[in-house]
């Protein structure tokens, strides 16, 4: 074991060599580990710390346990620290400051897990073990992709193994939120070879048409690794991204390995084999097993593309770009190169087809309120979908991302947005692992298509039907199907008078019985600590959440369902004054794209004051950020700023209600 930090750290990484070379030195020895001491000593006479060693090899082991203490000097040193002093001087001294010891290494040996969906298919999910103490396996300072240290679980296929000694586990399986954890209790004894789970499907969104995809996962950066290599490769990302039940991950290259991940870029969607990196490095640590392929592996697609996130522009906010032919902004060699805000490079997105907008929008856009829509003007000092607001009414942005952080901050843009007739997406994403560690589609998005997006262009189908058809964006844990006005799912609905429309949908949620039990101390309750998650939804202890139809942002009808897995048919008129946008929704676990009915050939123009709070904003950003654009960009900046102000003027001119 190369080097163990605090495993609850976010910042956590396991020290491993900084390259493939030392793959010789890791396969020699037995045992290297380095135990993290607090920044000072107690002044007890004596100190404990318990250690946890894992060996590679079985059988009785010699080693020692090396020690110094280091002492602050006065006057305090710049250019060696005080451990490193410490250290310096206990190897130049005779005396030991080591003890010595001998371990007793356990043998165990590979376990094979016949994981498998509800119908018999052979499938990836995520594995949790835990022994009777409650350590995981493998264990997290061992690990190396697909294994990842900053998991407690591993993905595993139908047939691999993971290498257990004997005794009680308890084994946790699930694939995504569309399934029910499967937990089994096992006692590995001396004959056992493999371990049946037969996973627990409540829900089958694909069954109905609707499709699901992250828009926003990464290869490298975050808490991936740096060393031994730079991020990992598609053979990994493809197996987190099957063992969540994900058709499409969109792996966002970006500023954190940039130059290398780039090489996996091709402009098409892809689903390799999900092999193991370098196999001499799995070696030397170990891992022998080998992968195999399932029944469904093919219905799980990746897709590279460009999140502009360490980039000049980053400021006005990160941009995401899905469907690039080309990753290469015009004229540039370095990161550096790029434009310094961001409606340069939304136009050159464009032009190549590609959907482009802004990822985890609600980032520095709390303003102290739950209120939906709010009229308070955010400060715009961080790195959500800031510049949308005046790229969307130049007609350069199509979405914002989230389902991240809490709905009123990253709901209020988009709900004004849409009040003065704007038709902004909006999606569910992850930003795995930087966000979010869990794991992809933590935050996802279902659209709703004729077929399955399959083969080179399944990101281009899959886009196509979010920018036409139904879809909705959550946690996973509930859905809305077939959400219509007067029978029909379109995205645009056209009557000549005012009056009732019919709003009818499909909604089914999944809760446990109870809320969960409280967290350990420091520890958040749920996967996502301040966003989106149904059991925020939960209504006391009972199992039941509300929904609401959302009429021009306010929720006008309110209901309750049992989350029991049980699908709820919605069937309601509501009436029309006005042309309007309709949504469903239940906060904090999903939403849905809005439908727009006009009434009389007029175009939503819903509230002025949306239309003002959008011109204030626009105020706002050119004061925040304004100073981190470069001189030679700035007027065609102000002029950009300028020209989105006039057109949320002239659309709250146009509107009939406040």
């Known amino acids: 074991m190369f080097g163990l930090v605090d495993q609850q750290s976010h910042?956590?990484?396991?020290?491993?060599?900084?390259?493939?070379?030392?793959?010789?030195?890791?396969?020699?020895?037995?045992?290297?580990?380095?135990?993290?001491?607090?920044?000072?000593?107690?002044?007890?006479?004596?100190?404990?710390?318990?250690?946890?060693?894992?060996?590679?090899?079985?059988?009785?082991?010699?080693?020692?346990?090396?020690?110094?203490?280091?002492?602050?000097?006065?006057?305090?040193?710049?250019?060696?620290?005080?451990?490193?002093?410490?250290?310096?001087?206990?190897?130049?001294?005779?005396?030991?400051?080591?003890?010595?010891?001998?371990?007793?290494?356990?043998?165990?040996?590979?376990?094979?897990?016949?994981?498998?969906?509800?119908?018999?298919?052979?499938?990836?999910?995520?594995?949790?073990?835990?022994?009777?103490?409650?350590?995981?396996?493998?264990?997290?300072?061992?690990?190396?992709?697909?294994?990842?240290?900053?998991?407690?679980?591993?993905?595993?296929?139908?047939?691999?193994?993971?290498?257990?000694?004997?005794?009680?586990?308890?084994?946790?399986?699930?694939?995504?939120?569309?399934?029910?954890?499967?937990?089994?209790?096992?006692?590995?004894?001396?004959?056992?070879?493999?371990?049946?789970?037969?996973?627990?499907r409540w829900v089958d969104p694909a069954g109905r048409g609707y499709y699901s995809g992250d828009p926003h996962i990464h290869a490298g950066g975050c808490s991936h690794y740096n060393v031994p290599t730079e991020g990992v490769?598609?053979?990994?990302?493809?197996?987190?991204?099957?063992?969540?039940?994900?058709?499409l991950g969109s792996v966002l290259t970006w500023g954190p390995c940039y130059y290398h991940q780039k090489q996996f870029f091709s402009g098409e969607s892809i689903s390799p084999p999900a092999l193991l990196e370098h196999p001499d490095m799995q070696q030397a640590q170990g891992m022998t097993w080998s992968p195999q392929p399932t029944d469904v592996d093919h219905q799980s697609m990746l897709r590279y593309d460009v999140e502009v996130s360490g980039f000049p522009s980053s400021h006005s906010g990160h941009v995401i770009l899905l469907g690039l032919s080309d990753q290469n902004y015009p004229g540039t060699t370095w990161i550096e190169d790029w434009p310094s805000w961001n409606l340069p490079i939304m136009r050159w997105g464009h032009s190549q087809g590609a959907l482009v907008g802004y990822a985890h929008c609600g980032l520095g856009l709390s303003v102290g309120t739950d209120e939906l829509p709010n009229h308070v003007v955010p400060a715009f000092q961080s790195i959500g979908s800031n510049e949308i607001i005046v790229d969307v009414p130049l007609g350069a942005a199509d979405f914002q991302c989230g389902a991240e952080i809490a709905p009123a901050a990253e709901l209020n843009i988009w709900y004004h947005l849409l009040n003065v007739g704007y038709r902004t997406l909006m999606l569910g994403e992850t930003d795995y692992p930087c966000i979010y560690d869990d794991g992809p589609g933590v935050g996802r998005t279902y659209v709703r298509l004729p077929e399955p997006p399959q083969g080179p262009r399944a990101l281009e189908a899959w886009t196509a039907g979010l920018q036409d058809g139904p879809s909705y964006f959550g946690d996973g844990r509930s859905h809305v199907f077939d959400f219509a006005v007067d029978g029909d799912v379109g995205r645009e609905r056209a009557t000549d008078t005012p009056g009732p429309v019919r709003v009818t949908a499909t909604v089914v949620a999944w809760l446990p019985d109870g809320p969960p039990p409280p967290p350990a101390q420091g520890r958040p309750a749920y996967s996502a600590p301040v966003g989106w998650h149904l059991e925020r939804a939960r209504v006391g202890d009972t199992r039941t959440v509300p929904v609401e139809l959302v009429l021009n942002g306010v929720a006008v009808v309110r209901w309750e369902i049992v989350a029991d897995g049980t699908e709820h048919e919605v069937a309601l008129e509501i009436g029309l004054e006005r042309s309007s946008w309709i949504a469903l929704r239940i906060l904090p676990s999903v939403h849905t794209q809005p439908i727009f009915v006009e009434i009389g050939g007029r175009p939503v123009r819903a509230s002025r004051r949306s239309a003002q709070w959008l011109h204030d904003s626009v105020d706002a950003l050119w004061k925040a950020k304004s100073g981190f654009i470069r001189d030679s960009e700035r007027t065609a900046a102000r002029e950009a700023y300028d020209a989105a102000r006039a057109a949320y003027l002239a659309r709250r001119d146009e509107c009939e209600d406040d």
């Open 233 to 247: 490769t598609p053979e990994t990302m493809i197996r987190h991204v099957r063992g969540e039940g994900l058709w």
């Open 11 to 200: 910042a956590a990484r396991t020290v491993l060599p900084d390259a493939l070379t030392s793959v010789p030195r890791i396969r020699d020895s037995w045992l290297q580990a380095k135990v993290a001491a607090p920044d000072g000593l107690s002044g007890l006479e004596v100190e404990y710390k318990v250690v946890s060693l894992y060996s590679r090899e079985a059988g009785s082991r010699s080693g020692a346990l090396w020690l110094c203490v280091a002492e602050e000097p006065i006057p305090e040193r710049l250019s060696r620290t005080p451990e490193q002093r410490a250290a310096g001087k206990a190897m130049l001294e005779p005396r030991e400051y080591a003890a010595s010891f001998q371990f007793d290494c356990v043998a165990s040996r590979d376990i094979r897990f016949d994981v498998r969906e509800p119908d018999g298919r052979s499938c990836v999910a995520a594995i949790t073990v835990r022994d009777d103490q409650g350590r995981s396996y493998p264990s997290t300072g061992m690990r190396l992709a697909p294994d990842m240290f900053f998991h407690e679980h591993v993905y595993r296929a139908t047939g691999e193994v993971i290498r257990l000694p004997l005794g009680q586990f308890e084994i946790t399986a699930v694939r995504g939120p569309e399934y029910r954890p499967v937990r089994v209790d096992v006692d590995i004894a001396a004959d056992t070879e493999a371990v049946d789970v037969r996973l627990d």
